[in-house]
T-cell receptor, first 113, second 114 residues
Framework: GEDVEQSLFLSVREGDSSVINCTYTDSSSTYLYWYKQEPGAGLQLLTYIFSNMDMKQDQRLTVLLNKKDKHLSLRIADTQTGDSAIYFCADPWWAGGYQKVTFGIGTKLQVIP | NAGVMQNPRHLVRRRGQEARLRCSPVKGHSHVYWYRQLPEEGLKFMVYLQKENIIDESGMPKERFSAEFPKEGPSILRIQQVVRGDSAAYFC????????????FGSGTRLTVV
């Protein structure tokens, strides 16, 4: 299987930028995901980036991909209290004709008002 | 309703009882995945099913756990003779075959074994 690593916890002040980092081992990923899990809820796909891209911007979210270092980051600009959640980096990979997704442990983002 | 429906949301079982978790995928999705989230851990793959077939159960514990996705009706994850270590959130996800948008997740079933 593949491996995805991310830090456990990040605390930022409201209005600041948040940067959540992730490293992965799979060199054949076609795309990578970021999921968000709010307390007591399931995972929601936040954004994804194709592996032939270095950057993707979507409103307050910026995803950066460094394929050489297998490093993915999610930047949230102007972080709000509603952004408090657990953010999962996820790497889909092909396992004999079908796709499996390996998730990181999740980074808990705490936004301080 | 466009989402993955899981029920119950919360389930309490005594040690030794059986737990049955249900998942109705997004309409039109024929691929169902079950993941387990243990306290303070990430999501771990358990099993991948298509209609009437188990494709990959490499993440399922060898004993007491089983899953099915019948031709009609929801997918069921069944845990027999539950133990305290089974307490976790169990998430179901579904996808269409070639979805680039990843899985659609349900809200999960939180199993507590007392």
């Amino acid at each position: 299987g593949e491996d995805v690593e991310q830090s456990l916890f990040l605390s930022v002040r409201e209005g600041d930028s948040s940067v959540i980092n992730c490293t992965y081992t799979d060199s054949s990923s076609t795309y990578l995901y970021w999921y968000k899990q709010e307390p007591g809820a399931g995972l929601q796909l936040l954004t994804y980036i194709f592996s032939n891209m270095d950057m993707k911007q979507d409103q307050r979210l910026t995803v950066l991909l460094n394929k050489k270092d297998k490093h993915l980051s999610l930047r949230i600009a102007d972080t709000q209290t509603g952004d408090s959640a657990i953010y999962f980096c996820a790497d889909p990979w092909w396992a004999g004709g079908y796709q499996k997704v390996t998730f990181g442990i999740g980074t808990k983002l705490q936004v301080i008002p | 309703n466009a989402g993955v429906m899981q029920n119950p949301r919360h389930l309490v079982r005594r040690r030794g009882q059986e737990a049955r978790l249900r998942c109705s995928p997004v309409k039109g999705h024929s691929h169902v995945y079950w993941y387990r989230q243990l306290p303070e851990e990430g999501l771990k793959f358990m099993v991948y099913l298509q209609k009437e077939n188990i494709i990959d159960e490499s993440g399922m514990p060898k004993e007491r756990f089983s899953a099915e996705f019948p031709k009609e009706g929801p997918s069921i994850l069944r845990i027999q003779q539950v133990v305290r270590g089974d307490s976790a959130a169990y998430f179901c996800a579904s996808s269409s075959r070639d979805s680039v948008y990843g899985y659609t997740f349900g809200s999960g079933t939180r199993l507590t074994v007392v």
